[in-house]
């Protein structure tokens, strides 16, 4: 028993000194381009305004959206941008990474690793310039909820870390399901793009949609679990229920990309022959 | 006990069959048909620790489909393969951690950043505590010859320089079995030199088993007492390299420039001419008479320029095929 406690303490450590090194690479290379900060903040900003300005279309003279006021919508918006944030950071350049590893064949090499491929492909890079989004997001978030009169104590809080982390987890699944594709169908670059256009929906409560798109939003695409859920924990309108459902999206999704990554491992012959 | 053991190894790949141009794509699009293609058709050889094979063969004869199923990359369709007394294609930690793949047309380290970052992201996946993979890094960068190379960015190394770090970097983690597809694909002959002195070195220090494919005979034959020749996926040859060069290189390529040009009949007593177009002459020369017929060809022809060379090994496989001498 003893042992296999200190093996597994053994490969947590590597795995926790493999991701510093491997962030600690791609930032040195990404920070060869600082340009690129000054493009990303603008880019996020602009959006944002953009977004913000749409919004306020909808509330004019008092008016409300799905029964969600104006700083409350604003929540789900930033909900919204901090996973926009994160996917620049971390989903956007690992996965896209896939798609290249397929095509030029050294995905090779990282299936000679001695450590896990799906952690390899999906942690490998990080990407500083998805930042200002995170933050912005954050702000936004923290801003509205206080305008709109949300006062979270400690356990609510907690709920909407883990709600957050469960939206962040869902996303990354449906990501990395979407990238594995790519052993059989090599260009999914398209396919990737669109996914990201329909979680562009998650930019406004749920309720904002007919009762068609709600459902499709929350069964099938989960965009409700992505934003709207986390946003009503933090205006403390959620339920336990909610919370629940969430974490097990959440778990059953990233169970699925496990299983399908390995499926589609099956199927790889690689590039060359 | 051997390290790498193949019994009736076979690899057949399924291929869309699909007929050329648009329509061809259409009826493709919604009738998929597939043919088998058999890549390695029940190939067996067992190779023990320290020994360097050569695995040779002509473009398309099954040699990296043979190296993809020895390091676990893909499935035998058939037949039974163990390495380092593991099953290859379930890829356990064990396994990975005592080989290695260097391959000469892709390309592991990270293109924008110097080999010594991929190097330290290599020693933290292999779980080496930063002292030992310093120590391993200078030992084996000595032994490669490199220095700041380490710490310029890859995209600035010329193709040798990228060739060594990758070997360096195929090599940290002390891998008991190393494949190497074509290696020295590429690289010019300086180059190509100190690859095989390299993987000589090693393998005479460390004891570290070396398979390689490539199609210069060069390689094979300075590094390689054992060669693999695999044809259409069939294993013809499993021995000593004399015996091989011997069936596939009886003869020496002569190219001579002359001064002024002759008609082919003039060295029909020489060899076999294979080619005479004005002032260029292509002579095939059975060795043991090579030294007598250059002499007398110089003594008789105005040369202004003579090159003596082993023709391709591709050409000599075809030749040799073609007259059916191995099978």
């Known amino acids: ?63 409300s959206l799905g029964g969600w006021s104006w700083n409350q919508a604003l929540v789900v918006l930033g909900v919204y941008t901090l996973l926009d944030g994160l996917t620049s950071t971390v989903l956007q350049p690992n996965l896209s990474t896939i798609v290249t590893h397929v095509r030029t064949g050294t995905l090779d090499f990282v299936l000679l690793k001695p450590i896990d491929s799906q952690f390899w492909l999906s942690a490998r890079t990080f990407s500083p ?97 992505l934003t709207t859920v986390p946003a009503e924990a933090i205006l403390g309108t959620g339920s336990s229920q909610w919370l629940l459902a969430s974490v097990v999206v959440a778990v059953v999704s990233l169970a699925l990309s496990r299983w399908f990554w390995g499926f589609a491992l099956r199927f790889y012959t690689s590039a060359s022959s | 006990m ?14 869309a069959d699909k007929q050329p141009g648009l329509r061809g794509t259409l009826r493709h699009f919604f009738a998929r048909r597939s043919r088998e293609v058999p890549a390695v058709k029940d190939v067996s ?8 094979v050569g695995f040779l063969g002509p473009n398309g004869a099954g040699k990296t489909t043979t ?10 369709t058939a037949g039974t393969v163990e390495v380092a007394g593991h099953v290859p294609y379930r890829r356990q930690g064990n396994f990975l951690r005592s ?10 380290l990270i293109w924008d950043l110097p080999p010594l970052d991929s190097l330290r992201v290599n020693a933290a996946v292999y779980g080496l505590d930063d002292a030992r993979a310093k120590r391993r890094i200078t030992e084996l960068a000595e032994m490669l010859e490199l220095g700041d190379e380490l710490s310029r960015p890859v995209r600035k190394l010329s193709l040798g320089e990228r060739m060594k770090a990758e070997l360096l970097a195929a090599l940290l983690h002390r891998p008991s079995v190393l494949f190497l597809d074509e290696p020295t694909l590429g690289l010019d002959v300086n180059a190509q030199a100190r690859v095989r002195d ?15 494919t490539s199609h210069y005979m060069g390689d094979i034959t300075a590094l390689c007492p054992r060669v693999l020749l695999i044809h259409q996926g069939h294993l013809f040859h499993d021995g000593p390299l004399d015996e091989l060069t011997e069936r596939l290189a009886p003869c020496r390529e002569v190219r001579l420039e002359l001064k002024d040009p ?5 060295f029909a007593g020489y060899g076999a001419v294979e080619s005479c177009q004005g002032h260029q002459v292509r002579l095939l020369i059975p060795r043991d008479r090579l030294t007598a017929a250059v002499a007398r060809l110089l003594a008789d022809f105005a040369v202004v320029d003579l090159e003596v060379s082993e023709p391709p090994v591709e050409e000599l496989i075809g030749r040799l095929f073609r007259q059916g001498v191995v099978a």
């Open chain 1, 129 to 225: 310039w998805g930042l200002p989004g995170v933050v912005m997001g954050l702000g936004l978030m923290a801003v509205a909820a206080v305008r709109a009169g949300a006062r979270p104590g400690p356990e609510a809080l907690l709920q909407v870390a883990v709600l957050l982390i469960a939206s962040a987890v869902i996303l990354y699944s449906l990501w990395f399901v979407l990238a594995a594709t790519s052993i059989w169908f090599v260009k999914v670059w398209n396919a990737t793009e669109v996914l990201r256009s329909a979680l562009v929906a998650g930019r406004y409560p749920v309720a904002a949609y007919p009762a068609g798109l709600r459902t499709f939003f929350t069964l099938v695409l989960p965009v409700a679990f």
């Open chain 2, 45 to 52: 050889f067992s190779i023990e620790a320290g020994e360097i």
């Open chain 2, 99 to 108: 080989i290695s793949l260097v391959m000469g047309q892709k390309q592991q």
């Open chain 1, 1 to 63: 028993m003893a042992k296999v406690v200190a093996k597994s303490l053994a490969t947590f450590r590597r795995y926790q000194r493999t991701l510093a090194r491997f962030w600690a690479t791609s930032l040195t290379a990404e920070l060869e381009y600082q340009a690129n900060f000054l493009i990303e903040l603008l880019s996020v900003g602009g959006n944002l305004a953009g977004s913000v300005f749409l919004l306020s279309l909808f509330f004019g003279h008092g008016r």
């Open chain 2, 67 to 76: 190296l993809k199923m020895l390091s676990g990359l893909i499935h035998p």
């Open chain 2, 2 to 15: 051997p390290i790498i053991r193949a019994e009736g190894l076979t690899k057949t790949y399924r291929v």
């Open chain 2, 198 to 212: 390299f993987l000589a070195d090693i393998n005479r220090r460390t004891g570290t088993t070396v398979l390689l």
């Open chain 2, 262 to 266: 002759a008609p082919a009949e003039a």
